[in-house]
């Protein structure tokens, strides 16, 4: 079964930089969501299991960078010039179908970890 452990949250400036990781053990792609609160969980970047097949939401693609480290089991999300609008808690999930930007199609999450971004 897989598991997922996100880290790396905390709270920073507005244009900062964080890097959050997620352990997985398994899974064939694997996406960063966020979530405002009391809205919808929403697609940040994802990563396929040998990095060939890499998506980033139009927000965030030229601040963050997705990665995946097989030989760590581990999946970072390295996030740059941050905004008070990255704010939300980050989850990683795992999908069978790659490349997808739809929560509904991620079968495993994570516990979520918070990122602030405020002066």
């Known amino acids: 079964q897989v598991q997922l452990v996100e880290s790396g949250g905390g709270l920073v400036q507005p244009g900062g930089s964080l890097r959050l990781s997620c352990a997985v053990s398994?899974?064939?792609?694997l996406g960063w969501f966020r979530q405002p609160p009391g809205k919808e969980r929403v697609f940040v970047a994802g990563?396929?299991?040998?990095?060939?097949?890499?998506r980033y939401a139009d927000s965030v693609k030229d601040r963050f960078t997705i990665s995946r480290d097989n030989a760590l089991n581990t999946v970072y999300l390295q996030m740059n010039r941050l905004i008070p609008e990255d704010t939300p808690v980050y989850y990683c999930?795992?999908?069978?179908?790659?490349?997808?930007?739809?929560?509904?199609?991620?079968?495993?999450w994570g516990q979520g970890t918070q990122v602030t971004v405020s002066s």
């Open positions: 999930a795992t999908s069978p179908s790659d490349g997808s930007r739809w929560s509904q199609d991620y079968n495993t």
């Open positions: 398994g899974g064939t792609f």
């Open positions: 990563v396929n299991w040998n990095g060939g097949s890499i």
